[in-house]
């Protein structure tokens, strides 16, 4: 069973903004100039959500497993936060403008909407 199938009565503040599309908001796929990205992680204990951006994946999930409040006080009540879903994105001010609209989303259907067809999947998801 997948992650979408086991989170589906989870916490989401997210959903769908049909007007963004990568080409038009700088998005990169596999360029070497990106240096950014948005990110979606998931924690099944406190079954939520959380979406931010970053330059360093991997050094910020491992920030958000930590459970110092130092990092981010949302983060903090868990430390089993998994990645599913990553945009990579030309430049520090787009990432940020991609990371407020999905926080703008309502809608727990789209971003499993936006998780599932990025093809991400618990099998797929990065954690500690």
């Known amino acids: ?5 086991s989170t589906q009565n989870a916490t989401i503040l997210l959903a ?11 998005a990169a796929h596999g360029s070497e100039m990106a240096m950014y990205y948005v990110y979606i992680i998931y924690s099944k204990d406190i ?5 931010g951006y970053t330059h360093d994946v ?3 999930l491992s920030q958000h497993n930590s459970t ?5 006080k949302t983060t903090a009540k868990a430390c089993d936060w998994n990645l599913v879903h990553v945009e990579t994105l030309i430049d520090k001010s787009v990432a940020i403008k991609r990371e407020k609209q999905i926080k703008k989303w309502k809608s727990r259907k789209k971003i499993l909407e ?10 797929s998801s990065r954690g500690s």
């Open 1 to 5: 069973m997948g992650l979408i199938n």
């Open 16 to 26: 769908y903004d049909a007007g963004w599309s990568p080409e038009a908001s700088g």
């Open 47 to 51: 079954d939520k959500y959380y979406v």
């Open 58 to 60: 991997d050094l910020r």
């Open 68 to 72: 110092n409040s130092y990092y981010s």
């Open 114 to 123: 936006l998780i599932n067809d990025a093809g991400w999947s618990s099998g």
